[in-house]
């Protein structure tokens, strides 16, 4: 007798996405397809797809979805939010798209404490529009508008975008997670699901950061880019919990 | 009916809640910060939605993601801030999404004055944004008529799926004046069934976006944009004309410039000049047509154009004349508002002019 152990999630439509070979955002889909269904919201949830690679993850994403102008997802989910406040609401914004043009709306989005989770993708480059640097790119990190690598004299420094908005009020749950190898990714799914779960208590803004492979744009092959998520994004961008209310509440 | 005494900004914010509006979402900017002020205090009361936003391009995008949810949403600014949200009325455009956008008008460019102003003419009627977009620009010319506009204005982002522009200035604004509640009943709920809340009946999802990366496809859905802009051009056309019929001259105003011109109409008829004015209440769509017919009438010299600006509506007199008729413009700028006296004087030179 067959028996079936794993298949594709309900939360995922049937259609092949246009991300490159070894992109992470495929695997992001599936952990937020997959919490969706679990926590029986699939039918109800709200996503903001913002300008970048992502902005087609409506047609991926099997809920109903809303795209928004480059970085201004915070701002297109709070005005979702404010008028069905009993709906979950996501946004999946890439690191250009939250930490560069939408660096204001995610900073107010968070001080307001606003009841929608932001799933963050940092893979330290513009995927897009074809490889520019970003805030959040390495230091002699090569990309086509820093060819030399980045240098902090020239470019300044990678910003830290979950500790930078775990220093605010309204930020009640932030993680930085990575979808680089199978530990870490149910770690990520495990931080996307209490987001989420706690983004239903109406306590305020909740937060996932994912380190993530761009394997084209970084110019390696996607098991080497996987391994240079855990090996070097992330001594710059520290995984784990950055801050969590809740956590903080117990005696 | 009784009449109440209302300022201008408080009226029309009021005016929005009544007719139906359940989220503002605004910043401030004088001259029109009455009206986040009074949306505040009475939007919450009245079950809906306010937030303050951090900027002008954060307003306009939560007025998008709420009218993607499939609420009756509005915002508010003046001309800096109408600057700022440029990109937003274009994805509302692009995503056929209703809203309806104030815009006290003040005097620019760049910072500019706070006094009033109607050189946003151009911004609000050629294309809002990028690409080719229009929406339907509603110009009121006193309190009453603002107040009367405002269900219009959702009515009609209801009806067409279109951001809906009212545009005046801080002088109605700022000014009280008494009106009547002509209308008191809210707006039907329009069936919204492309709305992002959540699966429908049927199980299908619901994906609000301008994107169509298909050339082809976009130049077919910009195409769905011009019939309906025919059709809003065929049904929606406002226009006021006083006096036009037989007249010497025509005096082509909008908004508070058309109350002081006839203040300078009524000194005119005393000495035997008939000028009549022709206010368009639509700024998009025009009244070409309306205004073209009364012009070519052989008792009329002239049409001038008087705007608080260096001539932009003068484009569209121009357009709806076409030299069949000279085209003359007097107009005040950069936060310079014309006196009536200045208006006579310059139709009487006109008059003069087109009796050699």
Not at chain 1, 59 to 71: K, Q
Not at chain 1, 72 to 88: D, E, F, Q, S
Not at chain 1, 164 to 175: F, K, Q, R
Not at chain 2, 262 to 289: D, N, Q, V
Request: proline residues 6%; charged residues 20%.
């Amino acid at each position: 007798m067959t028996q079936i152990i794993y298949q594709r999630s309900k939360g995922l439509k049937d259609v092949e996405t246009h991300y490159c070979p070894g992109c992470h955002h495929g695997i992001i889909h599936k952990l937020i397809a997959e919490v969706l269904v679990e926590m029986d919201l699939l039918d109800t949830a709200v996503g903001v797809s913002p300008v970048g690679c992502s902005v087609l993850a409506g047609n991926y994403l099997d809920c109903d979805f809303v795209e928004a102008a480059h970085g201004r997802a915070p701002a297109v989910a709070t005005g979702i939010k404010r008028v069905l406040p009993n709906h979950l609401v996501f946004t999946y914004q890439g690191d250009g798209d939250l930490a560069s043009i939408g660096a204001g709306e995610i900073v107010h989005a968070t001080a307001r404490g606003e009841h929608f989770t932001t799933i963050f993708i940092n893979n330290a480059i513009y995927g897009m529009t074809g490889g520019q640097m970003a805030p959040t790119t390495l230091l002699g990190q090569k990309t086509t508008t820093s060819q030399s690598g980045r240098d902090p004299l020239l470019h300044g420094r990678p910003v830290r975008m979950a500790e930078m908005l775990s220093t605010l009020d309204g930020m009640a749950y932030c993680e930085r997670v990575t979808a680089a190898n199978m530990p870490e990714l149910n770690k990520a799914k495990r931080a996307i699901k209490k987001a989420f779960t706690l983004q239903m208590q109406g306590i305020g803004h909740t937060f996932v950061e994912v380190l993530s492979a761009c394997p084209t744009n970084w110019g390696m092959s996607p098991a080497d880019a996987s391994a240079w998520v855990k090996s070097t994004m992330s001594q710059v961008y520290p995984l784990g919990v950055k801050k969590d209310i809740t956590a903080e509440e117990k005696p | 009916m009784q009449k109440e005494l209302w300022k201008g900004n408080e009226a029309i914010a009021e005016a929005a809640i009544r007719a139906g509006c359940r989220a503002y979402f605004g910043y401030p900017i004088t001259p029109q910060n009455e009206i986040p002020e009074y949306m505040s205090k009475r939007m919450p009361e009245s079950g809906g939605v306010f937030v303050q936003a951090e900027s002008e391009l954060a307003a306009i995008n939560m007025v998008y993601g709420a009218a993607a949810a499939g609420a009756r949403a509005m915002t508010s600014s003046s001309s800096p801030g109408i600057s700022l949200m440029q990109e937003g009325i274009s994805y509302l455009v692009g995503s056929d999404l209703p809203a309806v956008i104030v815009n006290m008008m003040r005097g620019g460019p760049g910072l500019g004055t706070i006094q009033p102003g109607q050189a946003d003419y151009y911004q609000a009627t050629r294309s809002p944004g990028h690409g080719d977009g229009h929406m339907p620009v509603l110009a009121p010319s006193g309190i009453q008529e603002a107040v009367d506009l405002m269900w219009d204005a959702f009515e009609m982002a209801d009806k067409y799926l279109t951001p809906v522009m009212v545009v005046a200035d801080g002088m109605i604004g700022q000014m009280m004046e008494p009106i009547v509640w002509n209308r008191t009943e809210p707006l039907p709920e329009a069936d919204k069934p492309w709305a992002a809340n959540g699966r429908d009946g049927e199980g299908q999802t619901h994906f609000v976006s301008s994107l169509r990366l298909q050339s082809s496809e976009n130049e077919q859905f910009v195409h769905t944009l011009k019939e309906k802009y025919e059709e809003i051009t065929k049904n929606e056309v406002r226009y006021e004309a006083v006096g036009c019929k037989n007249a010497d001259i025509l005096i082509a105003a909008f908004g508070t410039t058309a109350r002081i011109a006839s203040t300078a109409i009524r000194k005119l008829e005393k000495e035997g000049i008939r000028a009549g004015l022709f206010r368009p209440i639509t700024l998009w769509p025009f009244p070409y047509e309306a205004l073209k017919e009364l012009a070519l009438q052989e008792s009329v010299k002239a049409v001038l154009t008087v705007e608080m600006s260096l001539g932009q509506m003068h484009e569209d007199v121009r357009l709806s004349v076409l030299d069949k008729k000279p085209t003359p413009f007097y107009g005040r700028t950069g936060g310079m508002v014309p006196e009536p006296k200045d208006i006579a004087e310059k139709v009487r030179e006109v008059i003069k002019e087109a009796g050699k």
